[in-house]
């Protein structure tokens, strides 16, 4: 059920603050859910992952993704910081941001020639925003409740 529940959640959230959610300066929201991944484990990480597939093919079918590795590799590679997260708890977070930083922008530069390193750090911020300002006070008032 947690599985269902954080994959609608990233899709919902995403779909409801869709313009700054693809390109070079973004903020994905939704990304907010991440440091929840120490409350809830496995599950969430099942959930965003399948969450993030299904918005980033949402994405391609309005053409903002960043293509077919946007779609499947995207959620795939980022599995990986996901349970760095799990097993890492919060300090996991910032692996979450480097990684969807570099590979945002690999995709950025590779694509359309946009500054590798520029994007990195535009990406890195929006990332840092989503998952640090706004995900870890929602992690810690969502902790105090339960």
């Known amino acids: 059920m947690l599985v269902t529940v954080f994959a609608t959640l990233y899709v919902v959230i995403g779909m409801a603050i869709p313009a700054i959610s693809f390109g070079a300066i973004q903020c994905r929201v939704q990304d907010a859910l991440y440091p929840l991944i120490t409350l809830f484990g496995i599950p969430s990480v099942i959930g965003l992952t399948i969450g993030h597939f299904i918005y980033n093919f949402y994405g391609f079918t309005l053409g903002v993704a960043l293509g077919p590795l946007d779609v499947i590799i995207s959620?795939?590679?980022?599995?990986?910081?996901?349970?760095?997260?799990?097993?890492?708890g919060l300090r996991g977070v910032i692996i979450h941001i480097i990684f969807i930083a570099l590979w945002v922008a690999y995709l950025l530069h590779s694509l359309f020639g946009l500054p590798y390193l520029a994007t990195v750090i535009t990406v890195g911020i929006g990332e840092f925003v989503a998952a640090v300002v706004l995900g870890i006070p929602l992690t810690r008032l969502i902790e105090r409740r339960i």
């Not at 959620?75 to 890492?88: D, E, G, M, S, T």
Request: charged share 15%; net charge positive.
């Open 75 to 88: 959620p795939l590679l980022f599995i990986l910081p996901k349970i760095a997260i799990h097993k890492l």
